[in-house]
């Protein structure tokens, strides 16, 4: 029985913290910190909410949004198993996708 007790909460210990982790894209050269409210919100509202604004499946008008679905983002950003956004092309510049992605990496923080 303990033994059964032990290997139910190693499971949910494992499993709990699957929702923190971070996705890290390690090509990223990322030397400054990047800010939300500065520099991806601004990001999103020009390259993404024109559609993304509560219709077309995301939302992507707030932190909580932007941040669930960032891998998402970043997937469409660089066509990389999702659909190249923004829609009809062309691609955003490597930097832009990269601020997005030392955003992730910086742990997305709510800054």
Not at 16 to 23: G, I, L, R, T, Y
Not at 33 to 51: A, K, M, R, W, Y
Not at 96 to 106: A, G, P, T
Request: aromatic residues 10%; glycine residues 6%.
């Amino acid at each position: 029985m303990i033994k059964l007790s032990l290997l139910f909460f190693y499971v949910i210990f494992l499993f709990s913290c699957s929702k923190d982790k971070v996705e890290y894209y390690p090509n990223t050269n990322c030397n400054q910190e990047v800010s939300f409210s500065q520099d991806i919100l601004p990001l999103i509202n020009q390259e993404c909410t024109g559609c993304h604004n509560n219709q077309n499946g995301y939302s992507l008008t707030n932190y909580d949004n932007i941040s669930a679905n960032s891998k998402a983002i970043i997937g469409a950003m660089r066509a990389n198993n999702y659909q190249l956004m923004p829609k009809g092309g062309p691609m955003l510049s490597d930097s832009v996708i990269q601020l997005m992605e030392c955003w992730v990496n910086q742990g997305k923080l709510n800054n």
